[in-house]
């Protein structure tokens, strides 16, 4: 096995354990509260230490929140960034660069079974989680914007990353609802793509071509623990 093989399927193993960690995490939180389980109690199912456990998050509540440290260091986002001129213009690709982006980033994040269900549950009975998870999605929007800066050759604060940043928003939360409302498995991308076609065709009142559609990801049934 090559040296880059063998990388890939440790950081898919990686991945796979991260993401059964905050599934069950977020399940034992929703049923029993923070404080109705212990470290070890996630552990079990996913089949790790709680040494392991703490290679992966700092704590339970981090856990629980789920987003890795390294989600906003991945080979997509580097690709994202890379793609722009720098020249102080905004790019023709810019939104479709970003929409096929967010669009791993969430397969990523709907990975974890029971995403909204959970949440929900988990606001419910634990009502500080609702700032923990509002503070990681305007983390996760400030590092976005910084990135599209970068990438744009923007001035910080230059309104049109945080409008971009904005659209994208708006983009999500319509394909999130068509996404979740159809049962769809695999990638949120299609619903994504076909989203910013039409939003295309209200603004210009030309109709869009939708690009073809990715190869989904596996379903979270396949994760261990699962």
Known sequence: MSDSAEFTGRAAKMR????????????LTAAHGINGFTI??????????RRTFFN???????????????????????NFVAGGARTGRISATLLDDLVETAAEMMDEVFAIAGTITHVNAI????????????????????????????????????PRARLAIEVLGALLHSSAHTFFASSSTGSIGPVLRNALALSREVLTGTPQSVPPASPPVAPSSALPGT
């Open 123 to 158: 606001v419910a009975r634990e009502p500080s989680f609702m700032e923990k998870f509002v503070s990681e999605s305007e983390e996760v929007h400030r590092r976005f914007t910084a990135m599209i800066e970068e990438r744009e050759g923007l001035e910080p604060g230059d």
């Open 56 to 78: 992966y998050f700092p704590s339970k509540e981090a856990a629980v929140v789920g987003t890795p440290p390294d989600l906003l260091e991945s080979e997509a986002i580097r």
């Open 16 to 27: 796979r354990t991260r993401i059964a960690i905050t599934e069950h995490a977020r399940k």
């Open 40 to 49: 070890e109690d996630v552990c079990e199912p996913v089949g790790i230490s």
